[in-house]
């Protein structure tokens, strides 16, 4: 931190000039990026901020206006301060416009009233600056060295907030675009007065540029993304009050590095398979990512034993039913015995197939069948299997749905193969909010089985789809937040109701003067029509999608 302006004043050269505060007494704490010794009345020409400007004053203007414009000339460019000595120019007082001006402005000034040496002044202050640089020199290379280590490891975002929590001394939050909460850490403070009716407050905080800080709720805030794709802000939440005037926040670099380790975190895949297991993955994730030709697809799994070429492929992906957060080593070793399992059930059922798993959470399968296989045969014939082996491994219990199966369309050739395994992949996360059974009578999911809301559950980490919610109801949802209203509410027993304003009034219990004041008002705040279907459709897919969001 540079020093401030009452730091200067405590130096002992200073102290011994006896100094005075005689204007701007309530901006000591500007910091002092330099000191400037000069006489000229037109200094402010060759200052860039931040200086504390020395003079004994024998050449200021001696008229009011004068003197007027040599101060603001000096507050436009930033001075930090200005110091006159007595004994040259002025002996017991400084000019009165000279105060009056500089009070009206805020810039302190200082009347040393025993001389001093200013060149012993400008030595001691600039040992502190310069010492102040290589403090954050050195606090610079010890943030970087400690995030390249986390990053090298492959820390967890839980470990790599812990570190900024730590290292900041206050409250660390990691949130997505929508404000929902991923991970954080209290720094010691009670949890639940930190994450207490977070999105409300979250929204009220927009700060400008990648990194800001906001006075009003004392939060520094971050975004965090690569490649273009931001996904994400962290937030280190400190109490209200301003920046001191001029200086950039002190942890505004640990904050960015924390979220770049976050970023790197979220690019780098680590997993524990088989040999042949993470083979099948590669593949898979070629497909999916466009990474192999299709020729280099079918050329390796040919030689894997799982030919492609002249066959009905089928997209299969497999989600287990949500249960307790395991932590993260159990997670993944969960994962590991999924796709396994998932292998036995291929080799059980003669089936041939990619298998690998496709995400934290999912398995992949891309099953070749032959001209004469029957799909739905060998589809039921595989969940079958695989409901079983799992209850045998204790993965389920005996009357549990087990795993969610999910298809995709089945397509002729490798080149489509990447359509099958993404629509398997959409109806697998759709089916994870569906109750099982449901009145289902197949083993499996297709795409019909799913409806827009669970579409809407399946792409709700998706930035782009909270960037929708945000651009449809953020106004009015920053409204309800602001002053603690229901009208996000109020639009959605609206549209619930197929737009019968009556209807809605009675299901709202308000009169219908009442609610009609309302919907106007949500009208004025979105910039919409009611009136129109278009823009009603367009919102209830926005409330839908806040809904999955939340969820």
């Known amino acids: 931190m540079l020093p401030t302006v009452a730091r200067v004043l405590d130096l002992e050269v200073m102290r011994r000039g006896l100094p005075q505060v005689v204007a701007g007494a309530d901006r000591l704490e500007r910091p002092v990026r330099w000191v400037h010794v000069s006489e000229l009345p037109d200094v402010a020409g060759v200052l860039q901020g931040g200086e504390l400007v020395l003079t004994t004053g024998i050449a200021l203007p001696e008229d009011r206006e004068g003197l007027a414009r040599y101060v603001r000339d000096l507050d436009e460019v930033g001075v930090a301060g200005l110091v006159v000595e007595f004994g040259r120019r002025y002996f017991d007082t400084l000019p009165r416009a000279l105060v009056h001006a500089a009070e009206q402005r805020g810039l302190p000034v200082i009347a040393l009233r025993r001389e001093v040496r200013f060149v012993a002044v400008t030595e001691a202050v ?21 995030f390249n280590e986390l990053v090298v490891e492959g820390a967890e975002p839980p470990e790599v907030i812990r570190q900024v929590a730590r290292m900041a001394g206050a409250p660390v939050v990691l949130e997505n675009l929508a404000h929902q909460v991923l991970a954080h ?117 040919q030689a894997l034993g799982v030919p492609l070429e002249g066959r009905r492929l089928v997209g299969v992906v497999l989600r287990q039913r949500r249960g307790p957060i395991p932590a993260a080593l159990e997670a993944q070793a969960r994962l590991r015995d999924f796709t396994e399992l998932a292998a036995g059930a291929v080799r059980a059922s003669r089936l041939s197939a990619l298998v690998g798993a496709l995400d934290d959470e999912g ?90 809301r669970g579409l809407l559950h399946l792409l709700r980490d998706d930035a782009r789809l909270q960037t929708y919610v945000e651009r449809e109801l953020g106004p009015l949802l920053a409204h309800d937040a602001e002053h603690n209203g229901q009208l996000v509410q109020m639009l959605r027993i609206y549209l619930e109701q197929g737009r019968n304003k009556s209807a809605a009034a009675d299901a709202a219990h308000l009169s219908r003067p009442s609610f009609y004041d309302r919907l106007h008002k949500v009208e004025r705040i979105l910039g919409v029509d009611l009136d129109q279907v278009e823009s009603c459709l367009s919102l209830h897919v926005a409330l839908l999608a806040l809904d999955a969001v939340r969820r």
Do not use: K
């Open 185 to 301: 850490d209290s720094a010691g403070r009670p949890e639940a007065e930190l994450l207490e009716d977070w999105e409300r407050r979250s929204r009220g905080v927009r700060p400008p540029g990648r990194t800001g800080h906001d006075p009003r709720s004392g939060w520094l805030v971050t975004t965090v993304g690569a490649r273009g794709q931001d996904w994400g802000r962290l937030v280190l939440v400190q109490e209200p009050g301003p920046l001191p005037e001029g200086e950039a926040h002190p942890h505004a670099m640990l904050l960015e590095r924390g979220a770049s380790a976050l970023a790197l975190n979220r690019l780098v895949v680590r997993d524990r398979e088989s040999l042949e297991r993470q083979t099948h993955r590669t593949l898979l994730s070629g497909i999916l990512t466009h990474a192999l030709t299709v020729s280099e697809v079918a050329l390796r799994a």
């Open 126 to 146: 600039h040992a502190l600056v310069v010492n102040a640089q290589l403090e954050q020199l050195r606090v610079s290379e010890s943030v970087h060295q400690v």
């Open 363 to 452: 398995v992949g399968l891309l099953i070749a069948l032959g001209t004469q296989q029957d799909e739905h045969g060998a589809l039921d014939s595989f969940s079958a299997t695989l409901r079983r082996m799992s209850a045998e491994a204790g993965r389920e219990g005996p009357d549990a749905p087990g795993p969610v199966v999910a298809v995709g369309s089945s397509v002729g050739s490798v080149r489509d193969a990447r359509r099958t395994l993404l629509e398997a992949a959409q109806v697998a996360d759709a089916a994870l909010h569906d109750a099982p059974g449901g009145g289902r009578t197949a083993s499996y999911y297709r795409l019909p089985d799913v409806r827009l």
